[in-house]
């Protein structure tokens, strides 16, 4: 059998998930499309895990991009094919019922950024460089890079890191929306598993439906966000955790969150 491209743990409810290609800066090639989409797929369907952190292994990159060694021989079919991958992975990240968080820890390049990007919230070590490289390849993003990056950060920025290539540090990022959080390096893990576990201890149904909210909202009119809002809002009444939580705060206690 081939070695697994992931190392995958749990600490508790939060599971990690690293790219584990640390000789080639964790660069995204096909296998490693697939093992990425089978893990998250695990994670969503496992009730133990109510929250996952990604990262990449090594001490260079969180993920240098895709893989231009497997890219170079494509040709125009393969290359569509190799695209819709990546959008297909990315696309299930985005859509996770539970919080995703990218820990940035080195190189976010190309396919990198772009996996950072279908997370819901991403933190960065100061020492981080990010950026859409492609054009510096002849090519453009091709895993949703374009899309995400214009909803992040706006037409200007998207336009400027996708025409010009160059990377920019993790403060400009922040600056533009693209990280919610820089963090010292030596402080990153300990800050991204404190958030981690945060999380892990909220209403699971709760965080489910902000994601879905979001991700509705993000795609329509105000009108059908707000009905999808209220909807959400309403359903949130038939669960235990609603009354966990209410009851908790009149009682003025930690809440003890089950996820039914």
Do not use: W
């Not at 584990?20 to 990425?36: E, G, H, S």
């Not at 772009?114 to 919230?121: D, I, K, S, T, W």
């Not at 992040?152 to 996708?162: F, H, K």
Request: net charge neutral.
């Amino acid at each position: 059998m081939t070695e697994s491209p992931l190392l995958i743990a749990d600490r508790g409810a939060v599971r990690q998930i690293t790219v584990n290609r640390p000789d080639k800066l964790n660069a995204l090639n096909a296998a490693t499309l697939d093992a990425l989409l089978a893990a998250f797929e695990a994670a969503a369907a496992d009730p133990a895990v109510r929250t996952v952190v990604l990262t990449g292994a090594g001490p260079k990159a969180f993920v240098a991009g895709a893989d231009i060694a497997e890219m170079n021989g494509l040709t125009p079919v393969q290359g569509r094919d190799f695209s819709l991958r990546g959008q297909k992975l990315m696309r299930r990240i985005e859509k996770m019922p539970k919080p995703v968080i990218a820990m940035v820890n080195g190189f976010a390049l190309g396919g990198g950024l772009e996996l950072a990007m279908g997370c819901h919230l991403r933190i960065a070590a100061d020492s981080a460089k990010i950026g859409q490289p492609e054009i510096n390849l002849g090519l453009i993003p091709g895993f949703g890079g374009t899309q995400r990056l214009l909803r992040l950060a706006g037409r200007a920025a998207t336009l400027e890191l996708c025409l010009l290539g160059a990377p920019i540090d993790a403060a400009r990022a922040q600056q533009l929306g693209i990280v919610n959080r820089v963090v010292p390096a030596a402080e990153l893990e300990a800050e991204t598993f404190k958030l981690a576990e945060q999380l892990a201890a909220s209403a699971p149904l709760a965080l489910r439906g902000v994601l879905d909210c979001i991700a509705v909202g993000g795609e329509c009119g105000i009108e059908e966000g707000l009905e999808y809002e209220t909807a959400q809002f309403g359903l949130m009444f038939s669960t235990d955790d609603m009354r966990e939580g209410t009851g908790a705060f009149l009682e003025r206690r930690k809440p003890a969150f089950a996820g039914r």
